[in-house]
């Protein structure tokens, strides 16, 4: 926003030159970005937070250098002289919807007479970057930079049956503005009505059929307050943003609308003539009740690091016009209606801290209050992490926004979170599943030549039900790339499933709910390279029609698993010392009837319970050989070893007729000689 040195000077004495004026106003937190030149007038282009439309005005800014120099300000100060006859009677004004139109206040001027602008009145607006139209519009546009009050004059000979009415547009009603532009509007839309029609878009822009022109000889000046949320939905569904509209929807001041309704129409008789009929229209169906924030002495050096004097802090609430009241313990503050900004004790303590300078408050660090704490299954989660990670699979983040049809296809069976009003088609719901971002990264690094892939994902999932932790694993081409040393190898089913039986032996998952299987695979596995851990775990390769869709000309491995209960088990090993007595290796090769699946193996030699077994490790297995059909080989070792003694023959012998006595019984196992 443009600010005019020479316009800020009419308002408060400024005792140093423009550059360090420039630094004393960005160190209180309205960033001065350049310093320019219009004729003979120095301007700033000041960043105002959104945050702070009181500053959007010339007022509001000498208003924070009045605070900084510890001056006083001088208001503009006009003589309203009203004729005999009464604006109500020209004009009435009702508002149909109070939460969207808090206040509209308006007067008449009778016989004005409209031409161009004084010189002085139009270089002042084109120093600030403002386009010179007519005298009545620049008026209107001179209040608006001067007190930050939006303003709209009509041609009072056009409002169809001397009525205005704040209300919302009817279904299909239209109305040009006055760029030109034919709007179509929906009640969702504010708009300043006549007997007939749609005459403006409240708090935006004006309607073309009401404008001010050459003929016009009365006009009906509008000063309100408008809902801050709807001006701002309605200026980005029109795709505008005007000087009205850029301050409405930061919140304009309800207080202001009065004094600068009046001040635009004592500028109006005296640049254009005419009469102000008496009695301004005001209608405030909604009178908000005053702030007030109560501020204690001891939050300032608590909040802010050091003690400020009481004196000072008195000084920086009466410059920024803050009504403050000492008590016991601090002070009561009644915050100004022009300051949107404040609500709480902090924002208290923010005005205090900028006004007496940042600067002045030692950089130390609070008080030592004790060691954090780790989120719930935070160290669960570092360490499934650091174990993919370890496994080569490197982390992906994905948008949480997807299109109902692709996730319908992966999760039919959850009902999606949907977005009242969505960016677009493709962003219409939350995720219910993570296969969707998963296939399009992959997709998109395939079509870039990187072929070579392993991704993770852990993040949430969504649904009408709640939010929840999910995990995907993915991989494509080779694990293993083509060197002197190597030949190449693709990543593979049996490469994945290993890397799922690490993360459940990891995590301690109890073998009969991660036992292997190959019931209820989804559609979208390939049915004969997919298999499931229990209820922990599904996974395979894709199914060739779901990758020909994609346009993946490669073969792709996918895993889901259950990360919440993963997350749930213990992932924590006591720290042990190195085994002080050795541990006993014993092979064996069964002979099994085939179907009989090595968890099954697995979980019979569990069942023995011998506390000196340590691990179950198959390292073979024949399909044919020297044995019946129906039968296949499998040799696996077993190791014992004790914490507290070396195992004796006896008891290792034992040991093994207890597990071979088990699997003869159970599974019909025979020890193949």
Same mark, same amino acid.
């Given at each position: 926003?443009?600010i005019s ?9 400024i005792? /140093?030159d423009?550059q360090e004026?420039?630094k004393?106003i ?5 960033? #001065?970005?350049?310093?320019?030149t219009h004729?003979?007038e120095t301007?700033?282009e000041?960043?105002?937070? +959104?945050n ?8 509001? #800014? ?7 120099f510890g001056?006083?300000i001088?208001k503009p100060?006009?003589?309203l002289r009203e004729?005999?006859g009464?604006?109500s009677?020209e004009v009435s004004v009702?508002?149909?919807? $109070?939460?969207?139109c808090?206040?509209?206040c ?5 016989g004005?007479?409209?031409?161009? !602008? ?8 084109e120093s600030?970057?403002?386009?010179s139209?007519?005298n009545v519009?620049d008026?209107t546009?001179?209040?608006l930079m %001067?007190?930050?009050?939006p303003?709209h004059a009509?041609?009072a000979?056009?409002?169809?049956g001397?009525q205005?009415i #704040?209300?919302?547009?009817d279904i299909?009603e239209?109305?040009?503005t006055l ?10 839309h504010?708009v ?9 878009l409240a708090g935006?822009?004006?309607g073309a ?9 009365n006009?009906?000046l509008e ?11 309605t ?8 000087e009205a509209?850029y301050r409405?929807?930061?919140g ?5 609308a ?8 004592v500028?109006i008789q005296?640049?254009?003539g005419g009469?102000?009929l008496?009695?301004?229209i005001?209608v405030?169906?909604g009178?908000p009740?005053p702030?007030?924030?109560s501020?204690?002495?001891s939050?300032?050096?608590?909040f802010?690091?050091a003690? /400020?004097?009481?004196?000072v ?14 008590t ?7 915050v100004p209606?022009?300051r949107?900004d404040?609500?709480v004790?902090q924002d ?7 006004q ?8 130390t660090?609070?008080?030592w209050?004790g060691?954090?704490?780790?989120? *719930?299954?935070? +160290?669960?989660e570092?360490h ?9 699979y490197s982390?992906i983040?994905t948008?949480?926004?997807?299109d109902e049809?692709?996730?319908r296809?992966?999760r ?5 979170v ?12 939350l ?8 296939l399009?990264s992959?997709?998109?690094n ?5 072929h070579?892939?392993q991704f993770f994902?852990?993040?949430k999932v969504?649904?009408k039900?709640?939010e929840s932790?999910?995990?995907?694993l ?6 293993? $790339?083509?060197?002197v040393? %190597?030949?190449p190898?693709?990543?593979? =089913?049996?490469d994945l ?9 990891s995590?301690?998952? *109890? ?9 209820s695979? !989804?559609?979208?596995?390939h049915?004969?390279?997919? $298999?499931?851990?229990?209820?922990l775990a599904?996974f395979g390769?894709?199914? *060739? %029609? ?6 993946i000309?490669?073969?792709l491995?996918?895993?889901?698993i259950?990360v919440? +209960? ?8 006591a /720290?042990?010392?190195?085994p002080? =007595? !050795?541990?006993?290796?014993r092979?064996?090769?069964f002979?099994?009837d ?8 697995r ?5 023995v319970?011998?506390?000196e077994?340590i691990?179950v ?6 399909e044919?050989?020297p044995?019946?059909d ?5 040799s696996?070792?077993v ?10 023959d006896t008891?290792?012998e034992g ?8 699997l003869e019984?159970?599974?019909?196992a025979?020890?193949?000689k």
């Open positions: 926003m443009k040195l020479s316009w800020l000077k009419e308002f408060v004495d005792p /140093v423009a004026l420039a004393r960005t160190s209180i937190g309205l960033a #001065v970005e350049g310093i320019d004729g003979n301007v700033f000041l960043d105002v937070t +959104t702070r439309p009181d500053c959007l005005n010339h007022l509001g #800014v000498a208003r924070e250098i009045g605070a900084i001056t006083p001088r100060q006009f003589q004729s005999a009464k604006a009677d009702s508002i149909a919807d $109070a939460e969207l808090g206040r509209y308006g007067r008449y001027i009778r004005v007479k409209i031409g161009p !602008p004084p010189d002085w009145l139009k270089q002042r607006l600030v970057g403002m386009r139209i007519n519009a008026i546009n001179y209040v %001067e007190l930050g009050q303003l009509f041609d000979d056009t409002i169809g001397h205005i #704040v209300r919302r547009a299909g239209r109305m040009t760029d030109g532009m034919e709007r179509a509007l929906n009640p969702s504010l300043i009505a006549d007997a007939q029609r749609a005459i403006a935006i822009m004006g059929e009401t404008e001010i022109s050459a003929k016009t000889t006009v009906f000063s309100a307050y408008f809902n801050p949320q709807s001006i701002r939905k200026a980005r569904n029109f795709g505008v943003n005007t509209s409405f929807e930061r304009a001041d309800v207080q202001m009065e004094a600068a309704c009046d001040r635009a129409a500028m005296e640049l254009a009469q102000i008496n009695g301004r005001d405030y169906p009178k009740e702030v007030r924030v501020l204690r002495r939050r300032i050096k608590s802010l690091g003690a /400020v004097d009481d004196a802090v008195d000084k920086i609430f009466t410059h920024l016009e803050f009504k403050a009241a000492k016991s313990d601090g002070w009561n503050v009644d209606s022009f949107v404040v609500s004790e208290l303590l923010e005005e205090i801290a900028r007496y300078g940042y600067d002045r408050f030692s950089g660090l609070p008080a209050r060691y954090g704490s780790l989120l *719930p299954r935070e +160290t669960a570092r499934l992490r650091d174990l993919l990670s370890n496994s080569g982390e983040a948008y949480s926004f997807s049809e692709t996730e296809h992966y039919p069976d959850i009902e999606p949907r977005f009242q009003n969505p960016m677009t088609e493709d962003a219409a719901i995720r219910t599943s993570l296969i969707p971002g998963m399009k992959l997709h998109w395939l079509n870039r030549g990187i070579d892939l994902e852990l993040s969504y649904g039900a709640g932790r999910a995990l995907i993915a991989a494509t081409g080779s694990i293993r $790339a083509h060197s040393h %190597e030949t190898r693709d990543f593979t =089913f049996f499933k290993g890397d799922i039986e690490n993360i459940l032996e995590f301690k998952a *109890p073998a009969e709910a991660a036992e292997l299987s190959s019931e695979i !989804p559609p979208y596995y049915p004969g390279r997919s $298999a499931r851990f229990g209820k599904v390769e894709v199914h *060739p %029609e779901q990758l020909e869709k994609l346009k000309r490669q073969r491995i996918l895993a889901e259950d919440e +209960t993963i997350l749930s088990l213990s992932s924590r090993h /720290v042990q010392a190195i002080r =007595f !050795p541990g006993i290796r092979d064996f090769s002979l099994l085939k179907g009989t699946q090595y968890a099954a193996v979980r019979m030699i569990a069942d319970g011998i506390p077994l691990r490790e198959p390292f073979d297995r024949m044919a050989g044995f019946a129906t039968k296949y080989s499998l696996l070792s190791i014992y070893q004790s914490a507290d003694r070396t195992l004796t008891e290792v040991f093994d007729r207890r597990i071979l006595d088990i019984q159970r599974l019909g025979q020890l193949r």
